[in-house]
């Protein structure tokens, strides 16, 4: 196989000694990968494989710091990228085929990249990180440098890749969304921007991210508030296509928007990947064991197995002996394969379909040997290594078989089980593999080692085992001799034991935990590999025979560079020390110096190191297999020195020779038995028609002994048993004879102890006579009974603490117990309530709000009396103060005991002050709202106080009756007694709810089980009982005095009224004679026996009803004592009733707040969240306005560097002809028209072979595709540069001159396009970050207007307050027509306001209308005054003029014109005359003015109406014209150009500035002018001086 370069760096050895990669085993974990048409590559632990799909050849890649991560492939260049799993992982690019490095991208990345993808004709590598970055990065792998990157913290992304038909977008998926990330370039700066669509749910639904911020579609709720989004509530937190399914691929069709599914093909297993190869000829097909498809489309589709992977892991791993050409291979569901050695083939398969361990290879015969997790070993034939075949199993015991190991000359095949058990068997097959014995050693074996050599004819063995306990490991030596095969009868026990005096077995332990360890070729040494220290130690076995255990030493210790557990193996000859660790490296080592003179670091730490290491017989090959990596590694020498290959080569020859004649006669054996089989078998075929008359019972015995497989150790425990049946056979009989007897007896006793009680019957298993198996069964009763007894007592205990618990919490904790009461002939039951004390934080609580609540009414009052005051004052009211201040004082103890209709419950009829509550209407902060809700608690809790006082005082009331009942009662017992009524006495008790105590009590009659009572307890009891009994008698003894009483009178001194119902007048002695027979005297004493009788029976009729009436009275009282009681139990219901209705009211008012508050945060959170979105738009705003700045400065930049380089084209233009002035006309004309011509250059594609089966067609060129179009110009302007080009009579220095000038027009033209490229790119990446900061203003004003609604709808809400109103049923009746449903526009107003108003304006009205009577008598007074008064200033007026006229008389100048004037009345008319000329005029000059304004006017409406009909013509247009210029945006913004009027702008303000610039040079030239018009003066008139006559 070829290598690349580095991995030959990395395979190095000291010394003279290196080893190299032959080829590599492994299987794709992760995605195939083309790397051009013909090749595929993918990962497997260290290495990278490159399989060419025609010939199958495979090449490596080797990463150097240990398992490749993740890899990509570019096809067009034919490289592919990996990175490595370290910490702060590089990615590493590498050509191919040459395998050669071409960069290493060295990142921020701490822990590892998840994802890498190469765009598809560029120089550009996307990368992503996972934990902590979460970063997606755009490398130019070229350079090797990050262009851009982006981190998006917590996103898994699961798959990567660039659009095929343009670099500058990337896909990103994730199990929740799907993001397209474009890549944006300005100049030489890259961005990254982001659009993403939210994928589906499961059930279909599509998640609207808008809704969270904007959420428009949310409901109003008018009457519980604003309806709020879920963060506010929860809080700041016709192309073909394929897929694929289970084997199945199916091909979508798809076209526009429409698909159609069709069966593709079918696989072997579940389908993985798929891939289209480059040229979309083939299809990779990759299934998720492995194995790798190709489907080749053409007129003959063909699918073919490019790999086939293996099912599992590798297991184990050996070599085929002694040719070293094959070795073989297993994994765990039993599939076995065999390799080619030289280029690593696989040649054959077998599957043994059974749970497979471990495998070893016979080196003194082919074949193999497998061992299974059943505890069987099957054995291989492998003569034909192309089909090998199972041929024997040996089943050794249940359990598996984790260790199987040939000694070196192939005479015993050691298998280690589980358990400890090592089994010895004959290698060769001509003993079919017989088992010659077991050898039992510690638990849990870590390694088998073996010593065999040539000149010696036994086999020693070392077994490796831990001691967790101790720290330590145990090593157990033990001697197998060469004639094992035929003494092994008697090296062995009745049950396949051999015997440790036999086999010599020492044990050792080592002072260190060993993982590996082996024995050396002499016997007296040990090398271990310490598991928990990097030493590899050897300790010297002593030389003398020892009993017990060894403790061992190390005699050498060597620090090991490799780390962790490890595998540590001898090569053949016993001179090389083999090493594998978990660190994955290989050292091979100097058996006698421990040193190393190879290492190879095949494996990575990462997939756990090496599992295990093989070496062949000659040494050339070395077999590595990987513990999780699933990778088989095969090395080779590179280079290794001549005494080193000398040894092993010699003494494999030697070792050859000495097992040839063993190979051949097993060999051969193998090859009989394998004819005699075929033989045996067609025999079979030919009989099977006979087979079928077998008899049913034989079928079935036959099919029993099949599949009932008894395993070897099984197999000798019964032939030992059976062999010692026969030999006591005598002895057997008779004690079979003895114990049938006593089955007779114990069948006896059995049946006796059927018949007898419970408690004295023995159970079945007391009756074994097996004392060994009784006292057995009895200590497992014992144990039993214990476990039992301590189940119940932990059940016992958990019961009893959890009924603590509960007691504690429901009973022991409530300061008032919650019962019941009940009715004595009603069914009416009342409960109280239950209560806890109220905790000290909770009262502190309580007082401090109910101190501040007082402290606030006061300043409330004060405030108030302040305002009133002054309010007087200014009036000046001061006769209305005293009853103002009543109506005050009345108004504000109104306002303190609120109604119950506005306080919202009934708390004040159980005298509950609620002063301090303050009123619904003024709950506006969230403060006030937490003290209102502490106190609506604290009346509930004073409410359920009143109450249970109230029924406290029932239930002793209860009691008082029952006491008084009960002693009624007992009366009433007697006189039924005397009476012989026998009538049943009513006698009430307290029930278990109204006395809830006594159910935490258990009673003796509750139990229904017979209590156990210990034999101590018993006994006592027993005494006790006698002692009382002999008490008892003896004070019967000793009271005659009360016996004699009793028996003499009853047991009374004298008789009572009480007795005489029971008195009896005894007949006379004579009343037994016929009353024939009886004398007078007989007669007369009848007569007074008679009345004495009758007398007697008088008085006790007389008694009888007198015990009547009294009856009846007492049950008469009870009865009414008890009636009295249920009345009132009556209302004490009623009580509770409306208690329980106070308490849910408080409670409805606490939850309305509650929600209220809860409303508040969610609003709060809402706010915060608007505000926090805002602040980071605006972020986002400045960091647009910051790139569009830097945008235009770079373009600005641009376009200059642009202009300047197209003028220079211009200049070269124009400076053609100058440059060939001297030439002919012509010759300029022809040069002229070849200074214009360029070469056609076709246009170059990516691959050379690709065809039209390439669905995306021509994909856009990059700038590599750029340069290279460049270089193919450049390449047509040197042929267009010969001269047979060249016009007829030009120079050759011309024609070489005008190529040179020809080639540098072409490049400056060539710089010009690229120039105006990356100048349409500058611009548009600026319209697109305008576009962007738009967009962020819209939304940023759209933040605001949701943030202004939300702060309008949380002061309405702080407003609109919820309040709990009692209404009288009754009092509110409308009709259905009437009853409004919405009061939106309505406002609530407290009655008390209203009423108050009403009382203050009636009063006023009242006063206002006094006031009004009497102001209306005094007018009246008034007026008649002031007339009289007038009236008499009048007169005194008229007669103080008549005084003054007389006194003061004289003629004025009108008088005396009057008197002079003899035509007065003339003059006057004349000026009257001139007057009303005067007004004429003006009125004629006011009326013509007048028509003058109405035509004017007249002419402005005609004016105005013909603008309004052109306005609204106008508009019509304009709205047309609007539309038609926003059609004509919209496509120019599609086309990418700038609209006319922008354009306009644009050239005016170049016009502008062009101008500005021209006078700016023009005053600048002028001023030079002045001054070099000065400065010509100057020199003029030094020049020529002016001559002045003096």
Known sequence: MAQGREREENITGAGSASLSVRWVQGFPKQTVHFINNNTICYSSGNFIVFINIETKKETVLQCMNGIVGVMATNTPCEVVAFSDRKLKPLIYIYSFPGLTRKAKLKGDVLLDYTLLSFSYCGTYLASYSSLPEFELALWNWESGVILCKKSQPGVDVSQMTFNPMNWHQLCLSSPSSVTVWTIERSNQKHYLKAKSVKLPMEDGSVFNEKDVIFPDSLPKDLIYGPVLPLTAIAGLVGEEADTFRDG?????????????????????????????????KMLLIQTDKGSVYIYTFGEEPILDKVLEACDGKFQAVDFIAPTNEYCMTLTYSGEICVWCLEDGVCVSRIYLNTPTTVLACSPSSLSAAVGTVGGSVHFLDILNVESPEAIHEAFLSEYSVQHLLYDQRGMYLLAGTAEGYVFVLNANPSSLFDVL???????????????????????????????????????????LPKILPQVSASFVNARGRMKDELIHKFLYETEHPLSSAVLDFQSNRIYGLCSEVPYICSYLLPQKEHSGICILTPHQKVQNKQYGPGVISLSLHGLWLITGAQCGTLCIRDIHTLETFARCRSHSHQGHGIQSVRISMDGQNILVNGRDDGTLVCLRWRRLGGHLASEIFYYNQQFCTFLSNTMEEENSYLRRSKSLDSKAQSAHTINENKNLSIDTSEEDLVQVDNTKKIP???????????????????????????????????????????????????????????????????????????????????????KRYLAELIKEECWNSMAVKGRALKGFHIPYVVENFPMKERTDEELKEVNRILHQRKIETECFKLRKEIIEVQSAFILGRKHHEEDDEEEEEDTALRNSNLPNYLLGSLSTDFGVKTSLLSSQLELHTREEKINQIILLKDIIYKVKIVFNNEFDAAYKQKEFEIAHVKERNVRIQEIILDLELGESIWQPEFDDAEKPERTLVVENNEISVQKHVKPWQKAKIELLDTHKMEQWHQSQA?????????????????????????????????????????????????????????????????????LDAELKKLQNSIQESTQNFDEQLKKLFERRVKAEMVVNQEELKINNLVFSLLLDEELSSRETFLNNYLARKEEEKNQTSEAIRKAREDLDVYKENYDNLLAEDKVLDRSFKKEFSELPSHQVDALYKLFKRRPRISKLKTHSDMTSNVPFGERPGSG??????????????????????????????????????????????????????????????????????????QEIERVSNELMILQEEKVKFQLNLTIQILLKQGQVELENFQLLTEYSDAILIN????????????????????????????????????????????????????????????????????????????????????????????????????????????????????????NYTLSCNLREELVAVSERKDICNAMGSKLTCEKIAEERYENLMLQQKLTNISKEQANQISILQAEVERLRMKTFPALLPV
């Open 1038 to 1106: 000793s009271d005659t005095r009360n016996r004699a009483l009793m028996d003499m009178m009853g047991g009374v001194l004298e008789v009572r009224k009480e007795d005489i119902l029971r008195m009896v007048i005894p007949q006379p002695a004579f009343m037994a004679k016929p009353d024939a027979l009886w004398t007078e005297e007989e007669r007369k004493q009848f007569k007074d026996y008679e009345k004495k009788v009758k007398d007697l029976n008088e008085e006790k009729d007389k008694y009888r009803k007198s």
């Open 437 to 479: 014995g077991f050898v039992e050693v510690g638990k849990g074996i870590l390694q088998i080692s073996t010593v065999s050599p040539l000149e010696i004819d036994i086999v020693e063995v070392m077994v490796l085992s831990p001691l967790p306990e101790t720290g330590r490991s145990r090593l157990e030596i033990f001697v």
């Open 1391 to 1510: 009655r008390n306001i209203i009423e108050d108003l009403n009382s203050v304006i009636r009063t006023q009205g009242q006063k206002k209308v006094a006031s009004m009577m009497v102001s209306k008598d005094i007018h009246k007074g008034i007026f008649q005054i002031e007339w009289e008064h007038k009236k008499m200033e009048m007169e005194m007026e008229d007669l103080n003029q008549k005084a003054w006229d007389i006194q003061m008389l004289f003629f004025s100048r009108e008088r005396q014109k009057y008197l002079n004037e003899p035509n007065y009345e003339t003059l006057i008319a004349i000026q009257i005359g001139i007057m009303e000329q005067t007004i004429a005029a003006l009125d004629k000059t006011y009326k013509k003015n007048v028509e003058n304004c109405k035509k004017l006017l007249k002419k402005l409406g005609k004016f105005s109406n013909q603008k309004d009909v052109a």
């Open 248 to 280: 199945f691929v199916y091909s979508f069709i798809i076209k526009d928007s429409n698909y159609k599914v069709e069966d593709f093909l079918q696989v072997e297993e579940p389908v993985e990947h798929l891939m289209f190869s480059p040229n979309y």
């Open 1264 to 1337: 590599k595709l750029n340069q290279e179009n460049f270089a193919q110009l450049m390449k047509a302007m040197d042929e267009m540069d010969n001269i047979n080009f060249m016009p007829e009579g030009l120079d050759p220095l011309i024609w070489d001159h005008f190529c040179m000038t020809r080639r540098v027009k072409v490049e400056n033209e060539q710089k010009v396009k690229r120039k105006a490229a990356g100048l349409m790119e500058m611009a548009a990446f600026l319209r697109r970050r305008v576009d962007e900061d738009e967009k962020v203003q």
């Open 712 to 798: 070897w150790m099984q197999q000798k425990s019964q032939e030992a048993i059976s062999r010692e049946i026969k030999l006591f056979s005598k002895k057997r009989n008779e004690i079979k004879t003895g114990i049938k007897a006593l089955a007779k007896t114990v069948l006896t006793m059995m049946e006796e102890n059927e018949t007898v009680d419970y408690i004295a019957k023995l159970e079945d298993q007391e009756f074994s006579l097996d004392l060994e198996e009784l006292e057995r069964r009895q200590n497992e009763s014992e144990k039993e009974v214990a476990k039992i007894r301590n189940d119940v007592e932990m059940h016992n205990l958990a």
